[in-house]
């Protein structure tokens, strides 16, 4: 076990740090995390960055269906050691790359010590050949995806105007940075009529995550309500790509541009990393 614990030490301390790893999550399901991790992923490597998306949500993960691709493998057949990562990833428009994550991942909190050391390896490996690793979590304050969003280096909250989806969206800002106060969480608003609706909600987000939390929250801006998304869904091609002047689309241009030029600070991104985070909320090392 010490040697173990020493091993994942190696590991993270070998990490070099220049890859942001953006967790997506929502307080409520059916907000559009996995359309905003997919077209926000591709707008990122529009403007040329290396992004890969993984699918960390262990429900109902339909990356691949939003973006029509298909695996027969997943990041549960890298940690028990059947595949190598490369034969897992599947390659999306404009050299994104997406990692199948699902069901890998439900046992996260449960994985003996030669799967821990596969996963870590694998997620390492991720980090060296990307600039942006974002992770499509799933909603609410489970264990899983509250450590994948304490661990990243950045945590974007996705919320529609809708009350109870505003009302969970504070639950998770909340969860979140009761386990870390060192990062500010970014907040995306989808669905909304338009901009002064979508700002109406931020405030309210704003208000009172100051207000109770002390805390500030950052507004990377809004995504419109808008049928092309539905349309692109039934196409099983994501909207970026088949409708690249929806009002959705450009909306997602300008967070996308947003997020590009907002690196972390200091103390989010550097001394700390991703890696080492998620060994310590698990409980690892
Ligand atoms: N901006 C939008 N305009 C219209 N419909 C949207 C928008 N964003 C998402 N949707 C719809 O909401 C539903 C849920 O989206 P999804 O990305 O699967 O949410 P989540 O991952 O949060 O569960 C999908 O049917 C999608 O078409
Ligand atoms: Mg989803």
């Known amino acids: 076990m010490a040697d173990q614990a ?9 990490t070099k740090k220049q890859c942001r790893v953006i967790a997506i999550t929502s307080g409520k399901g059916g907000v559009g995390k996995t359309s905003v991790s997919v077209n926000l992923s591709l707008a990122l490597s529009a403007r040329g960055a290396k992004v890969i998306l993984v699918d960390a949500d262990l429900g109902l993960g339909n990356i691949e269906v939003l973006m029509g691709l298909h695996s027969f493998y997943n990041l549960a057949h890298v940690i028990e050691g059947s595949k190598k990562l490369d034969e897992i990833i599947l390659k999306a428009p404009l050299g994104l790359e997406v990692v199948p994550g699902s069901s890998g991942l439900s046992r996260i909190a449960d994985l003996t010590d030669k799967e821990r050391e596969k996963l870590l390896n694998a997620l390492f ?5 990307s600039e942006f690793l974002v992770l499509d979590t799933m909603a609410g304050i489970g264990k899983n995806t509250v450590s994948f969003c304490t661990s990243a280096d950045e945590v ?7 009350p109870s989806a505003i009302v969970d969206a504070y ?3 909340k969860t979140i940075y009761l386990q870390r106060d060192d990062t500010t969480i970014k907040l995306i608003v ?7 609706q979508a700002q109406a909600v931020a405030n309210k987000l704003l208000n009172v995550a100051q207000q109770y939390l002390s ?3 950052i507004y990377l801006g809004h995504i419109q309500r808008d049928i092309h998304v539905n349309q692109s869904i039934m196409q099983s091609q994501p909207l970026f790509i088949t409708f690249p002047n929806a009002p959705a689309t450009k ?3 300008t967070i996308a541009q947003r997020l590009y030029f907002q690196k972390p600070t200091e103390v989010e991104f550097k001394k700390t990393g991703f890696m080492k985070r998620l060994v ?6």
């Open 6 to 14: 020493e091993k994942l030490r190696e590991l993270v301390k070998k």
């Open 125 to 129: 490996d991720l980090c060296e050949r």
């Open 156 to 162: 974007i909250v996705v919320t529609t105007p809708e």
């Open 171 to 173: 639950a998770i800002v």
């Open 190 to 196: 989808n669905m909304a009529v338009n901009s002064a």
């Open 215 to 217: 805390k500030n929250i």
């Open 251 to 253: 909306c997602i241009e």
């Open 280 to 285: 310590k909320s698990f409980g690892w090392a």
